[in-house]
């Protein structure tokens, strides 16, 4: 069983930054596509940015430039640096896992239980 556990969210103000961590309990992570999706209030879940188990980034139009996916397998854990945030970045954010790569229609085997980030003044 995989498991995903988020870190690092809170309140923060626009134009400042948060990074975000996700610890994932498996015995070959390295052969998991990761990904961050967020949902915010009255809204379906959307897909952040992923990472291939080779490196390989993608990103949603809306946080490109501004967001960073990394992982770093010895540790068995994925990073969101998210710089520049903005209001409309305000989400419940999630880790996701498969084995393979996440993609729109390739969606994840394994989900962490969210962490909330609030970008306000």
């Known amino acids: 069983q995989v498991q995903l556990v988020e870190s690092g969210g809170g309140l923060v103000q626009p134009g400042g930054f948060l990074r975000l961590s996700c610890a994932v309990s498996a015995s070959a992570f390295s052969i998991y596509g990761m990904g961050w999706y967020r949902q915010a209030p009255g809204k379906s879940r959307e897909l952040v940015a992923t990472i291939t188990s080779g490196g390989t980034t993608n990103y949603v139009d809306s946080v490109k430039g501004r967001f960073t996916i990394s992982r770093d397998n010895a540790k068995n854990t994925v990073y969101l640096q998210m710089n520049s945030l903005k209001p409309e970045d305000t989400a419940v954010y999630y880790c996701?896992?498969?084995?393979?790569?996440?993609?729109?229609?390739?969606?994840?085997?394994?989900w962490g239980q969210g962490t909330q980030v609030t970008v306000s003044s």
């Open positions: 996701a896992a498969r084995a393979g790569r996440i993609t729109i229609t390739m969606t994840p085997h394994y």
